[in-house]
C-alpha cells in the first residue's frame, strides 16, 4: 500500500496489492482521472492516456493546448462549463452563478484515516490504512474542496469522502454535492443494482450500461427497501467466480442517488452521494459541509471475491462495539407470536419456553409502551404500560434474565402518533408543513430529528427505560418513509438542510445510546430491511432483513443481501405457518436452515408447536451454536442463485479451508429428473474432507460437483418442495 504523487509530471499513485488508481493535475489546474483498475508499477507519467484533439461541439477550457474536460477522464466534475456531463457538485455564489473553478493547490499525505464527524465511516489504524487529502480551491467564490481518499493495506477497497470549506465571507448554496464520481473510459459494463419494496428486499437487476443515464435513488428520507445503495459495475461476462466487478456502497440511511451516464465518446461516469433534489445546504463564511463516504471495492474474481470483500471490510473496519466479529445471540422475538396483545405473564410463559430450548435472548417487540395497543396510537410515549407490565421493563427483563435469557426491547424513536401524548403536547416535534394536511403512514408522523430538543426528548424517555433495566438488546425500527420534510423552527433557507440533518440527528441518537450503554447489542430495522446500508452496520452491527420470514422468499431476499452486507448483519428468524405474509408452510427445517445463515432467531411462540418440532428447535440451535462463528463469519459463496432455479444453495468455508458447511434448498420439485451435480467453492483442493458418509478432494468437489441427492447430501432431495440440508464438511488429516 502506497500512495505516490509525482512532482514533475503531478500525477498521484494509490496502490496496494490488488488495485491502482491514478490522478493526474490537468492543464488548467483541474482535477482528472487516469486508471483505475488491477494494481500496475509505478511511472513517473501517464499523461499519454489525456486527450488533446479539436472536435466537433466541444468547449475548450484551454483552447491553445486543445484541452477540454469533457474529452477527458474527470475526477469531481463541476458543471456548466466545458464538461457537459453530470457535475459531481454545484455551488451557487451569491451573484446566482452556479460556475466554478476549482484547481489544485496542494495535498497531504497521512498515515491511518480520520473520522468522518457526525457521520459513519469505515476506519483503520495507522499500518492498515494510507489517507490522501487533496484541496482545490476557486478564487472567485473563496471555496476550497478537500477530495479525501483512503486504500486500505488488505483489501482492494478506496473510500472517498468530499469536504467543502466555505472561506470567504460571503455565504454559498451547495446545491449538490456527492461524495463520489468516477470516470472510465469504456462502456463494455453492466449494472447491477438492488430493488424492491417491503417484505421483497435487494433483488438483484441487472442492465446494459449504454449511451445515457442509468440511476437509482431514494427520496424516501431512509435509504429503503426500494432501492439500496450498493451498486455493482461489471463487465457482461463476469460471474460468481470470474471477471472484473466494481462496488460502489454508500455508507448512508437517507435519500442517496446512484448515477451512471455514458457519452457519446463512451465515457462512463459513476456518481453516487446524498440525492440533490431534496439537498441544498447553506454554506455561511466560515463554515464546511463534510459528504458521507462511499466505499468502492474491486474483483478481478468475481461477484463472489467482490462480495466477501465486503463482508470482512465491514466486520472488521465498520462494525465496532463490544459486538464487532463476536456470534450473535440466538434471539426469540414475541412480534409475530402476539403481536401488541400480551401481558406480562403471556410473554414469561413464551420467554420460558425460549429458554427451554436453548435460546440466548428474549426480545419484546412493538406494545409496549404508552396506549400501544394498536398501530394507531402511543408512539412517542416511551413510557412501559402498566397494564401491560405491571413492574416495567426493568421487573420483566429481571424476571427473563433469571429464566437464563438476556432481553431485548423493541422502539421506534422517530415516530409519533398523532394520538399520542407526545404529540399532545409538542405538535411542532412532527415534520410537517403548517397549515397542510400531513400525509401518514401507518398512522404516525415522523419527529423533526433535525432539531436537538426532539432527540434530547426522545433519548431522556429511552435513557429512564434503560438506565436500570438489564436490557442487552434493542431492535431500532423506522416504519415510515418520510413526507412533508418542512421543519417547524427553521429559516426558509435552511429547509433544504433537513433531510440530511434528520440522518445527522438520528446517528446523534445512535451514538450517545450507544455509548451510554456500550453493552448493547442494537438491530436496525425499517418495516424489516428497509434502512439495510453501510451507514446502519456502523452503529447497529445487524438489521432485520425482511418482515417476510418465509423460509422460500427469504431465500432470494438473504441470497440479494449477501452481495453487499455480511452474513453476520442479516437478521434471520424462524417464524410460523402458514406464513404471515405469504401463506405457505416451509417446514421447520428449511425455514432453520435459511436463517442460520444471519444473525439466527426465532420469531413464534414455541409452546404452539408440537413436541416434535420443539425438538427439532432444541437441535437446530445446538447446531447454530456449535456452527455459528463459522456460518457467520466465514467466506461465503453463493453456489445456486434462487432466482433462475428450482434450487438454492450456498456455503460459507472457514478462513484456514478446514471446515465447510454447504446449505441446498429445492424450491419448486423436480419429478422425474435426474438430481445434477453442484460445484462447490473456496475449498482448499487438496484437502480431503468429510461430508456425512463420504469423504472428497476438494477439487473433487470443486470441479466434479456433488450430487444433489440423499447418499450424497443426507435428508437432501430435488424432488420434493421445501427439502433442504446442511452439510457440514470437515478436513481430515
Ligand atoms: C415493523 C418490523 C416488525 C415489527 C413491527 C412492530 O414492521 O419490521 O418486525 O417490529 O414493525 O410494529
Known amino acids: 500500500m502506497n500512495i505516490i504523487w509525482h512532482e514533475r509530471s503531478k500525477q498521484f499513485h494509490l496502490y496496494n496489492d490488488f488495485i491502482s488508481y491514478v490522478m493526474h493535475v490537468q492543464p488548467d489546474g483541474r482535477l482528472g482521472q487516469l486508471y483505475y483498475g488491477a494494481k500496475i508499477h509505478d511511472k513517473e507519467d501517464m499523461t499519454y492516456l489525456a486527450n488533446y484533439r479539436m472536435m466537433p461541439l466541444t468547449a475548450y477550457a484551454d483552447i491553445d493546448v486543445l484541452y477540454s474536460a469533457d474529452l477527458n477522464l474527470q475526477e ?12 459531481a457538485f454545484r455551488i451557487f455564489d451569491e451573484d446566482g452563478s452556479g460556475i466554478s473553478g476549482f484547481c489544485y493547490v496542494n495535498h497531504t499525505i497521512t498515515e491511518g484515516k480520520k473520522e468522518l464527524p457526525g457521520l459513519p465511516a469505515t476506519y483503520a489504524s495507522v499500518g492498515e490504512c494510507m489517507s490522501l487529502e487533496i484541496e482545490l480551491f476557486d478564487a472567485l467564490s473563496n471555496v476550497a474542496i478537500r477530495l479525501l481518499y483512503s486504500v486500505f493495506r488488505d483489501y482492494p477497497v478506496i473510500t472517498r469522502s468530499v469536504t467543502f470549506e466555505n472561506r470567504g465571507d460571503k455565504k454559498v448554496v451547495l446545491d449538490r454535492a456527492l461524495s463520489l464520481s468516477l470516470d472510465l473510459p469504456a462502456a463494455d459494463y453492466e449494472w447491477m443494482q438492488f430493488s424492491g419494496a417491503w417484505a421483497r428486499e435487494r433483488r438483484p437487476v441487472t442492465k446494459k450500461l449504454k449511451s445515457g443515464i442509468t440511476a437509482i435513488e431514494s427520496r424516501r428520507g431512509h435509504s429503503s427497501p426500494h432501492q439500496n445503495p450498493f451498486v455493482i459495475i461489471k463487465r457482461p461476462e463476469t460471474g460468481e467466480e470470474s471477471g472484473e466487478a466494481m462496488g460502489f456502497s454508500f455508507v448512508y440511511s437517507g435519500n442517496f442517488l446512484a448515477q451512471a451516464q455514458v457519452n457519446a465518446n463512451d465515457r462512463l461516469r459513476f456518481a453516487m452521494g446524498i440525492h440533490p433534489e431534496t439537498f441544498s445546504w447553506q454554506l455561511a463564511a466560515g463554515e464546511s459541509f463534510v459528504t ?6 474491486r474483483s478481478d474474481k468475481g461477484l463472489g471475491a467482490l462480495s466477501r470483500t465486503f463482508h470482512d471490510l465491514y466486520n472488521a473496519h465498520l462494525v465496532r462495539g463490544q459486538w464487532k466479529g463476536k456470534e450473535r445471540p440466538i434471539l426469540l422475538n414475541n412480534w409475530e407470536a402476539t403481536f401488541m396483545d400480551f401481558d406480562e405473564e403471556a410473554i414469561l410463559k413464551i420467554a420460558g419456553k425460549a429458554a427451554e430450548a436453548g435460546a440466548e435472548l428474549f426480545v419484546l417487540d412493538d406494545g409496549w409502551f404508552g396506549a400501544r395497543d394498536d398501530d394507531r396510537r402511543g408512539l412517542g410515549d416511551w413510557i412501559a404500560n402498566p397494564k401491560k407490565l405491571p413492574g416495567g421493563i426493568k421487573g420483566l427483563a429481571e424476571k427473563v434474565e433469571a429464566m437464563g435469557l438476556k432481553f431485548g426491547l423493541w422502539i421506534e424513536p422517530e415516530m409519533v402518533n398523532p394520538d399520542s401524548d407526545l404529540y399532545r403536547k ?4 412532527a415534520l410537517a408543513v403548517p397549515g397542510r394536511k400531513p400525509s401518514l403512514g401507518r398512522w404516525q408522523m415522523v419527529l423533526d430529528y433535525s432539531r436537538k430538543e426532539v432527540v434530547d426528548a426522545i433519548h431522556d424517555m429511552l435513557y429512564a427505560v434503560l438506565k436500570d433495566a438489564p436490557v442487552s438488546y434493542i431492535k ?5 418513509s418520510i413526507t412533508e420534510c418542512f421543519s417547524n423552527e427553521k429559516k426558509p433557507e435552511e429547509q433544504g438542510k433537513v433531510y440530511h440533518q434528520y440522518i445527522l440527528g438520528m446517528y446523534s441518537l445512535y451514538e450517545r445510546l450507544r455509548e451510554e450503554f456500550p453493552k448493547i447489542l442494537f438491530e436496525s430495522c425499517s418495516s424489516g430491511g428497509g434502512r439495510f446500508d453501510a451507514g446502519m452496520l456502523y452503529y447497529a452491527p445487524q438489521a432485520w432483513c425482511s418482515d417476510n420470514t418465509d423460509g422460500q422468499d427469504r431465500l432470494q431476499i438473504q441470497y440479494g443481501s ?20 405469504t401463506g405457505r408452510s416451509v417446514p421447520i427445517e428449511m425455514r ?9 432467531g426465532y420469531e413464534l411462540d414455541l409452546n404452539h408447536i408440537s413436541a416434535e418440532e420443539f425438538e427439532t428447535v432444541k437441535e437446530q440451535i445446538r447446531f447454530v451454536k456449535e456452527h455459528r462463528a463459522l456460518l457467520q463469519y466465514g467466506d461465503f459463496y453463493r453456489l445456486r442463485d434462487p432466482f433462475y432455479h428450482d434450487q438454492a444453495a450456498w456455503m460459507v468455508v472457514s478462513k484456514d479451508k478446514k471446515q465447510a458447511v454447504l446449505a441446498v434448498f429445492t424450491i419448486t420439485a423436480n419429478v422425474n429428473r435426474i438430481a445434477d451435480r453442484l460445484q462447490l467453492s473456496g475449498l482448499d483442493p487438496d484437502r480431503i474432507y468429510q461430508a456425512g458418509e463420504s469423504r472428497y478432494y476438494g477439487d473433487e468437489l470443486m470441479h466434479v460437483g456433488i450430487a444433489m441427492r440423499e447418499e450424497c447430501i443426507p435428508g437432501y432431495t430435488t424432488e420434493q418442495d421445501h427439502s433442504s440440508a446442511v452439510l457440514v464438511l470437515e478436513s481430515v488429516e
Open 592 to 600: 432453520a436452515n435459511v436463517a442460520m445463515f444471519g444473525a439466527f
Open 476 to 480: 431500532w425500527d423506522m416504519n415510515r
Open 562 to 581: 449477501s452481495y453487499g452486507y455480511p452474513i453476520s448483519s442479516i437478521g434471520a428468524h424462524v417464524s410460523a405457518i402458514p406464513n404471515q405474509q
Open 76 to 87: 469531481y466534475p463541476d458543471g456548466g462549463r466545458d464538461d457537459f456531463g453530470t457535475p
Open 292 to 297: 458521507p463516504e462511499v466505499v468502492m471495492a
Open 426 to 429: 409538542h405538535p411542532d416535534y
